[in-house]
């Protein structure tokens, strides 16, 4: 006899694994974010885009915090890849939880609003239209009227 502790177990699996098909691996998206046109004009900061969704939204509600060290640190942690960023004696900043606490504070918050408006913003479209599932040949075939039936056409008068 199956118990309902089986039975949960078996939906969760099912569930976990796609509903039993192949199972789809979350692209992930990079970008670089850039501030021509700033006070940072040449500055280049990589950054992954897409964060789990628990981690988006600390670092979201977090942004209004007066704790900008654990901001930073989530930040640097998750979302930072690198960056060409030098402190004042022209040595490189490292890409970390220490070098993201080293630059100015506005820089930082720049950093963090126009990584939250790249996470924000939908992936490109497909470069192709769809062709509404007509194929090459479909589209070619001549098309004509069809002939009336005998029994349904009458001719104009």
């Known amino acids: 006899m199956v118990t309902n502790n089986q ?10 694994t796609n509903l039993g098909g192949a199972g789809f691996q979350l692209p992930r998206r990079r970008a670089e974010l850039r501030f021509a046109g700033s006070d ?10 897409d964060v789990p969704m628990d981690l988006f939204l600390e670092l979201r509600d977090s942004l209004t915090s007066e704790d900008a060290m654990a901001v930073y ?16 004696q022209g040595r490189p900043l490292p890409a ?3 070098g993201m606490n080293r630059v100015w504070p506005n820089f930082g918050r720049l950093i963090i609003q126009e990584w939250m408006e790249g996470v924000m913003t939908p992936p490109a479209p497909l ?8 194929t090459l040949d479909e589209a070619s075939i001549p098309m004509e009227p069809l002939a009336a039936s005998p029994g349904n056409y ?4």
């Open 96 to 98: 970390t939880t220490e």
């Open 40 to 49: 940072y004009d040449g500055a280049i900061v990589e950054v992954w885009l």
């Open 154 to 157: 009458s001719e104009p008068r």
């Open 127 to 134: 470069s192709e239209p769809s062709s509404n599932g007509a």
């Open 73 to 88: 640190g989530l930040f640097s942690q998750h979302c930072l890849i690198g960056w060409n960023l030098h402190d004042e």
């Open 7 to 16: 039975v949960n177990e078996l939906r969760q699996t099912v569930a976990s």
